[in-house]
């Protein structure tokens, strides 16, 4: 399928990095909703950082997410990520990180979860820099997207 986007491949990545965009802000903002949702436990503002989250999680981190994926898979069909094409291990590194980073968002929503049950068990510390995560990530994976070292 390699070549199969045509005149639409510009279209597709600008896309592509629109919604990258979009994911990027969400992974940023809730690592942070996390921190203050935790400070806050025990507290009526508990209940409003719930209803943040879940507002984050619906409007931006599972739309962009999904629209990340698709978009991106495109553009790996395009430059013939499943035909064997050569060249492509900037690609493959790529997108071990990006399998992280959505595992990481998983992780994010589950602890926010137990953040609405009252629970919270990392220490704040740890926790700030936990949110540090998503920036580390998107510097490996822009470097490999537009570099291609390898
Ligand atoms: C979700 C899975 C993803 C897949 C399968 C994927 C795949 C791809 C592919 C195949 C290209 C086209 C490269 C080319 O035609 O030269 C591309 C471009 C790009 N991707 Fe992704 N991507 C994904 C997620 C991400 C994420 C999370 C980021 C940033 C955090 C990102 C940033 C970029 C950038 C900046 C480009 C433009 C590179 C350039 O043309 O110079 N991608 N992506």
Do not use: C
């Not at 996390?34 to 943040?52: D, I, N, Y």
């Not at 060249?87 to 990006?98: F, M, P, Q, R, S």
Request: no cysteine; charged share 15%.
């Amino acid at each position: 399928m390699t070549g199969f986007l045509g005149l639409a491949y510009l279209w597709v990545k600008a896309a592509h990095i629109i919604f990258v965009i979009f994911w990027m802000a969400g992974l940023f903002l809730l690592p942070r909703y996390l921190v203050h949702h935790q400070e806050s436990l025990g507290t009526p503002e508990a209940e409003k950082w719930v209803h943040r989250e879940a507002l984050l999680r619906k409007m931006i981190l599972t739309p962009s997410i999904g629209a990340v994926w698709l978009l991106g898979i495109a553009l790996a069909l395009n430059v013939g990520l499943f035909d064997g094409q050569p060249g492509l291990g900037w690609l493959h590194a790529k997108l071990a990180i990006v399998f992280a980073l959505s595992g990481f968002q998983g992780w994010a929503v589950g602890y926010s979860k137990k953040l609405a049950a009252g629970l919270g068990s990392i220490a704040p510390r740890k926790l700030r820099m936990i949110g540090e995560v998503p920036a580390l990530a998107v510097i490996a994976i822009v470097i490999l997207a537009v570099v291609k070292p390898f």
